[in-house]
């Protein structure tokens, strides 16, 4: 991570004296296409984890994919990430702050999730009682529905089992029900299986995304899937699609990544022209020449955009 973070400030240190206007963005950094291009020259040697790292890290300093970037561009450290996690008072999009899911190893990208969940039942916790006759009365989160899909995605079922149980025996029905389905089946069998699968759609059509996604994964196998096409159409979050997906595995390279980035992820990046986050899946996809070709399109992009 420290290397990673090294490359980006070096390769952004490039540019000091370049004289190209072309290679200028409007606030007069270097354009994110061609920061981005000779990220990907300087990495193209490396494993696909090290060249998508020093991507993401570069996406990770910026709050959007177009215009500039600075020189004080890089990626944090894991610790940092972890203490951002920490802080966590909803899971959804605390993950996207360091695009933890592009470069972080399994093992620390597990345990960004179990951080991020533990987080947001302390916050959840943390919520006022609600009194009758309040004026003005707001639906407490269940906090063990709050952390499902973490604890889920990261492989702690054991610790939110424990955790909605506890939270049913003060009264709480969201908490109840999840309990009661953690209780009542062997996810691994076919009978287990179908029932996460109806009990997904179910909250599906109750818009509870979070939840859903977490149900879907309860299957053994997971069913990774329909999780991730929940995180990327529903929650509109393709990193957090992706981070299931790598979670599942287990380790890079592996099927259940590989298909929801090919199925998945890429077709929506390049129909919506978002080269930098299509290069970011070809590297993982071992396609370097054609995630050359995404970095090059958007250097074009970036150029199109200042004139």
């Excluded at 709050?63 to 500039?68: E, K, L, M, P, Y």
Aim: contains cysteine.
């Amino acid at each position: 991570v420290d290397g990673t973070k090294a490359l980006v400030d070096r390769v952004v240190a490039t540019f000091d004296d370049d004289d190209d206007d072309d290679a200028k963005s409007k606030n007069g950094g270097p354009s994110a296409g061609r920061v981005l291009r000779r990220l990907y020259e300087a990495t193209a040697s490396s494993s696909p984890r090290c060249a998508a790292g020093a991507i993401a890290a570069l996406l990770a300093g910026r709050a959007d994919h177009g215009g500039g970037v600075g020189k004080t561009l890089g990626l944090e450290a894991v610790e940092a990430a972890k203490a951002r996690a920490a802080e966590a008072v909803s899971f959804l999009g605390t993950h996207r702050v360091d695009r933890a899911a592009w470069w972080a190893p399994i093992e620390e990208l597990r345990q960004l999730f179990v951080e991020s969940a533990a987080a947001v039942v302390r916050a959840a916790k943390r919520q006022p009682k609600i009194t009758a006759g309040a004026a003005t009365p707001v639906k407490k989160v269940s906090a063990s529905v709050a952390a499902a899909l973490p604890y889920v995605a990261a492989g702690r079922v054991a610790t939110l089992h424990s955790l909605a149980k506890a939270d049913a025996s003060t009264g709480d029905p969201a908490a109840s029900k999840l309990a009661r389905l953690l209780s009542s089946f062997d996810f691994g069998t076919d009978r287990g299986r179908n029932a996460a699968r109806k009990n997904a759609y179910s909250l599906l059509s109750k818009r509870d995304f979070g939840t859903a996604a977490a149900v879907f994964l309860l299957a053994k196998p997971p069913l990774v899937d329909d999780a991730a096409l929940v995180a990327l159409d529903k929650l509109e979050d393709p990193d957090l699609a992706f981070a299931i997906a790598r979670l599942a595995d287990g380790t890079d390279g592996g099927p259940r990544a590989r298909r929801v980035l090919k199925k998945a992820l890429l077709p929506k990046f390049q129909r919506n022209d978002d080269h930098a986050m299509a290069a970011l899946a070809l590297l993982w996809l071992d396609r370097p020449t054609a995630a050359a070709k995404a970095l090059d399109a958007l250097g074009a992009a970036s150029v199109v955009a200042r004139d």
